[in-house]
């Protein structure tokens, strides 16, 4: 080996190195390496997420299409809810939670256990109204009100607790009182061989003990609803015939409310089938809406005067009397949120969401109870204060009812103290007629289930027109106590 070459050989090997282009060349290829691999990884993190959005808004168009699942076949037959809450299942569990009992501040009822009897086996029912508010006896004396009469419970209890009231129990009534208390779709088809009039007016005629056998639970689905369409109808004949008389004289004659009703209507008049006032019409107490002159308390009132109607004779006064009854569909007509365009479902039911679909919330309750979905769906402010609203409503009707209530007890015992003194039919004519029309337009306040909040300034309209009757009535006592020597001394 040469000396060069041993040189050469003696001397250490360099490492490769690269110039600090060359460096930075590798550096980006690398980091080049690294990003595809972070996009493809983001692509397909990005891609999995469309994909699976695509797929749950192709789930919930399909849920929109097909609302229900059919699980079984209904028809017009098809009367037990439980068989239509296999197709409709959230709606059924909330129509299975009207058996809760909550009270609010001024209506609804938590039950109170009592002994069973063989008269009535109800180991629970709410509590007496005339018992905590004795002047109701006064206005009702003589009638069965004023014997038994409670705060009304959910609908799952409407039927129980119409066959064991005393005044069912204690009293004759017709058959026609179970149109509002039960499911009588069924009944009415049967009695009238598929005729629905004919077996409503058979209905109507029986003794109310021979018309309970009829029936054998509380308003269903089959009563609000068509089976096939599931669209909502009317299978009440006495609200048919008077809401075509309503919309007649509104400039809709020969109106057939199940082929011309609007659905934001339906959402209304399907609760108003029961939610009114009425009449048992005739020696067949056909049940009847007494509409013919408007739905104001007022306008009904000279449609009884005008027919000449009585429920009762006055066991204190001897005036001929009328009861109201539930009239809600009327005083929630002279409102605020009627004249809006909200329903009746729109408040009681409100819709609620699960998954796609929009419920009805068929838990048919205050909207008190479910300020959130009934309450804030429009208004915007918070619950306490949509809350402090409708009690501050409620709370002067209730202070105006009382006042009214007074002022009819008064008068009664006027009246009664004058038929003591000796006064007769012609003296008392007068005030008794006074006495009557008060009278009933204080019990359409009170018998409103809303306490007024349907429309407080016409529950209040309603009122001071009842003050007013109250004092001409006085007034008439006075004048022919003044005009009649005899009675005049007897009445001082």
């Known amino acids: 080996m040469s000396a060069k070459e041993n040189k050469i050989a003696r001397t250490p090997r360099r490492p490769l190195s690269l110039d600090p282009m060359a460096r930075l060349r590798v550096r980006r290829g690398a980091t080049s390496t690294g990003a595809l691999i972070g996009v493809a990884l983001i692509t397909a993190i990005a891609a999995f997420g469309v994909m699976a959005l695509l797929m749950n808004i192709a789930e919930r168009k399909q849920e929109g299409r097909n609302p229900f699942f059919r699980v079984v076949e209904l028809t017009d037959d098809t009367h037990d809810p439980a068989q239509w809450g296999k197709n409709f299942p959230y709606q059924y569990d909330s129509y299975k939670r009207t058996v809760d009992m909550l009270r609010t501040r001024f209506g609804g009822s ?118 096939e369409s599931m669209a909502l109808r009317i299978t009440r004949p006495a609200f048919m015939k008077a809401i075509a008389i309503v919309k007649e004289s509104q400039g809709l004659p020969g109106y057939d409310v199940n082929r011309d009703a609007t659905r934001q209507e339906m959402r209304s008049f399907v609760c108003a089938q029961c939610h009114v006032e009425y009449y048992f019409a005739g020696a067949e107490k056909r049940l009847t809406y007494p509409w013919m002159k408007g739905l104001k308390a007022d306008e009904i009132l ?97 202070f105006s009812l009382g006042l009214a209530l007074d002022a009819l007890v008064e008068l009664v015992n006027d009246i009664e103290a004058r038929m003591k003194a000796g006064a007769g039919d012609s003296e008392l004519e007068e005030a008794r007629g006074w006495h009557r029309k008060a009278s009933f337009l204080i019990d359409f306040v009170s018998a409103e289930n809303s306490s007024g909040f349907h429309a407080d300034q016409e529950s209040v309209r309603v009122l001071t027109l009842a003050l007013d009757y109250c004092r001409k009535g006085q007034n008439a006592l006075r004048n022919r106590a003044t005009s009649i020597p005899g009675v005049a001394r007897a009445a001082q």
């Open 110 to 227: 938590e039950a109170e256990p009592r002994t069973p009897t063989s008269k009535d086996p109800r180991e629970a029912a709410s509590f007496s109204r005339v018992e905590e508010d004795p002047r109701l006896k006064v206005m009702w004396a003589g009638y069965a009100f004023a014997v038994d009469f409670r705060e009304e419970r959910g609908h799952a209890y409407m039927l129980e607790d119409q066959t064991y009231t005393e005044r069912v129990t204690d009293f004759k009534q017709p058959g026609t009182c179970i149109n509002c208390h039960a499911s009588t779709y069924e009944a009415y088809k049967k009695l009238g061989d598929g005729d629905l009039q004919a077996g409503f007016d058979k209905l109507n005629a029986m003794p109310y003990s021979e018309a309970r056998t009829h029936v054998s639970r509380s308003v269903a689905c089959v009563d609000c609803h068509d089976a």
């Open 302 to 398: 000279a449609y009884y005067t005008e027919t000449g109607f009585k429920d009762w004779t006055h066991a204190k006064t001897g005036a001929p009397m009328l009861k109201a009854q539930h009239p809600e569909f009327e005083m929630w007509n002279q409102g605020t949120h009627a004249r809006a365009g909200v329903s009746c479902a729109d408040c009681h039911m409100p819709y609620t969401r699960v998954g796609a679909m929009k419920v009805s919330d068929h838990h048919v309750r205050s909207p008190l109870l479910n300020i959130a979905n009934a309450c804030q769906t429009c208004h915007k402010a918070s619950e306490a204060e949509l809350l402090d609203r409708a009690e501050t409503i409620q709370s002067r009707t209730a």
